[in-house]
Every structure is written in structure tokens, then in C-alpha cells.
């Protein structure tokens, strides 16, 4: 099986499975010099973590990094960073070899594989974005300090978020159990989720993802742009059934004279609905996505015996962010190359 590593320059290689021993990922190309952590890493993996609310799932994993090599004295040494995660609550019982459950990868795995590991979808696990996040967080360190990752919930069913402040940090979006960051949205999201949760039902919803601070210049103007990196990046995220440039399927419609507007006081030839990425190149405005992600697949009566969430948004959130993080990380090494 190939297809495990992302990045040119600052690569994650991300292994282990839902319900094996461990899960981790490995950094090869991380600089030396790095403040790094395992109370950090942890941090960032305890956005994500199961068990977070009574919206999310019950699976009681502390979710404890072990920093295994390319840390000496709290910084990096330029060689390969491992961090190891172990599995504490799996329940294997819950799952049967015979079982292919619809909308998971357990029957294209079984076809592809012949062999596979269908204890908790194995490797097809939304488990497996530890290795992500873990990735996200080292990235985010090599990333100028001024630059700003930002993802929250949009919409979650047909709730829609509709305080929409321009400026907003994840501290401020943590302070709702499902990351809209709005109360009144908040509420009538977490009582439509807990009446899906009771009635064995999903939902799925939109998340807006904002980029700020980021330098321009990143990115290539060909195949290596800087859109099509993180969109791809993001697309790679299990639950994640489609990304946008900004209002791409709505704003596509408009007039080019209406379209093609200037951002004010920006440097000229800069649009504002490029949203900061223009010929495959980061301009330095916010960069600003929005992806969908679909209803979880476990429903009905192996969601009410099982541990699931009725809806993935709130905990991919961090996933997201990180592989925004990863992407902007390694584009960032690599415009060191474009000029002497």
C-alpha cells in the first residue's frame, strides 16, 4: 500500500490503525531548531479527540503523544520527528469480517486488499488523523508566527451560522461544543444532534476555513499551485466530500466587472475573489475556503450500539486546519528555492 506520505519538502508519513496498538506520524524535513513538545502536540490533539461532549463520540481515548527521535533539549535536530500515539479503548467486538457497512471503504478495501484490517475500518478510519493533526501542530511551528489557521463551522444541517464576525480566533471557536461560533446556532445544532444521536441519524455540514498572514509568493504557477495543494490536501480527509475557493460554485455566475473587483489598497492587478491565491500564487490577502462534509456513515442500529458522532464537523475542524498547515509548511520551505 503506497500513498501514506504528503509534501515535497516537509513531509508527513502518517501510519497505524483505528484499532491496533498505536497510530503516529513521522516529520522528515522538519528544520532543526524547532520548540516541540509532547504538552504541546497534545494540545492539538486534544481539539480532535473523541469523548470531547455529549455531541461527540464516547471512545475514552486520552489521546497521549510520545515523541520518539528528532527532539533533543525541547527543539528539533533536523532528523526525522516520530510521535507515537497509542490505542487505550478500541472495541474490536463491535465489528465483524463479514460486515461491509455502507458508505465506509469496507467493501473497495476488501476488493483492493483481499486482506484488511475491518476492526474499526482499520486504516480507513477517521482515527487516522491523529497522524494529521500531530503533523499539523509540528508544521504550524515552521510557519511564520504571524500566520493565522482558522476553521469553524459554517453550517451544520440546515442551522446556518449567522453572526459571521470578520475576525475570529480558535479560542473564541472552542467555546462551542460544535464550533459554530454563534450561541443561538450552537444551541439549535447540539439539540438536532442529539435527537440524530438518539435516533441512530447524521447530519453533515459546511466548514469556512480562513488563512491569514500568509506570505506571498508561495506556491507554483503550473501544476503546483497553491489552490490545487490544499485543496487536495483537504479532499485527502476521509469525511470530506468537496472544497471551494471561496464562493467558487455561486461567485462564478457573476459578471466579470463584477467579478474581477479590486482589493482596496492592496498592491494593483490583486482581485478580491481570488481570495488570496491568483495564477497559483498566495497574493499575502486571506485565503478563504469552504469544505463540505458529508453525514457520518455509521447509522441506524450500528450507530446506537456503536461510538460514533452524528456529525463529523466539529472534530474535523482541527484535521482541516492541519492539513492547511502541512501544505502552507511545505510550500514555505520550498520558495527558498525560487531566488538566489
Given amino acids: 500500500m503506497r500513498g501514506n506520505s504528503v509534501g515535497n519538502h516537509f513531509v508527513l508519513t502518517s501510519f497505524g490503525e483505528s484499532h491496533g496498538p498505536a497510530l ?88 483492493k486488499f483481499t486482506h484488511r484490517d475491518y476492526r474499526g475500518g482499520g486504516r480507513s478510519s ?10 499539523g501542530a509540528i508544521a504550524e511551528r515552521v510557519l511564520p508566527s504571524t500566520l ?38 450552537d444551541a439549535a445544532i447540539t439539540e438536532e ?3 440524530l444521536k438518539e435516533q441512530g441519524d447524521s447530519v453533515g455540514g459546511i466548514v469556512e476555513l480562513r488563512i491569514d498572514g500568509v506570505p506571498a509568493g508561495l506556491g507554483e504557477p503550473v501544476f503546483n499551485k497553491a489552490k490545487s495543494r490544499l485543496t487536495a490536501a483537504i479532499m485527502s480527509i476521509g469525511a470530506v ?23 482596496p489598497n492592496a498592491p494593483g492587478g490583486i482581485a478580491v475573489r481570488s481570495y488570496g491565491i491568483q495564477g497559483g500564487i498566495t497574493s499575502g490577502e486571506r485565503i ?6 458529508k453525514p457520518t456513515a455509521t447509522i441506524q442500529q450500528e450507530a446506537l450500539r456503536g461510538r460514533h458522532d452524528p456529525c463529523i464537523v466539529p472534530r474535523i475542524i482541527p484535521v482541516i486546519e492541519s492539513m492547511a498547515a502541512l501544505v502552507l509548511a511545505d510550500l514555505w520551505l520550498a520558495s527558498r528555492l525560487d531566488n538566489i
Fill in 24 to 111: 503516529g506520524a513521522v516529520i522528515d524535513g522538519c528544520p532543526a531548531g524547532v520548540a516541540l513538545s509532547d504538552d504541546y502536540i497534545a494540545q492539538a490533539l486534544q481539539r480532535r479527540k473523541p469523548a470531547q461532549s455529549i455531541i461527540s463520540s464516547q471512545r475514552a481515548e486520552a489521546d497521549s503523544p510520545e515523541i520518539l527521535s528528532g527532539v533533543f533539549e525541547g527543539y528539533t535536530i533536523g532528523t526525522p520527528v516520530a510521535v507515537l500515539v497509542r490505542n487505550k479503548d478500541a472495541r474490536s467486538v463491535d465489528y465483524r469480517r463479514t460486515t461491509f457497512r455502507t458508505g465506509h471503504a469496507d467493501r473497495v478495501w476488501e476488493s
Fill in 126 to 135: 477517521g482515527r487516522e488523523t491523529v497522524a494529521r493533526v500531530i503533523g
Fill in 148 to 185: 493565522r489557521i482558522v476553521g469553524f463551522a459554517r453550517q451544520i444541517g440546515h442551522v446556518i451560522l449567522r453572526n459571521n464576525p470578520d475576525d475570529i480566533s480558535r479560542e473564541a471557536v472552542d467555546l462551542f461544543i460544535t464550533r459554530c461560533p454563534d450561541a443561538d446556532a
Fill in 193 to 195: 444532534l442529539l435527537r
Fill in 241 to 263: 466530500n468537496g472544497v471551494t475557493l471561496g464562493e467558487a460554485f455561486t461567485e462564478c455566475l457573476l459578471p466579470g466587472t463584477e467579478f474581477h473587483t479590486v482589493v
Fill in 288 to 293: 478563504v475556503l469552504r469544505i463540505a462534509v
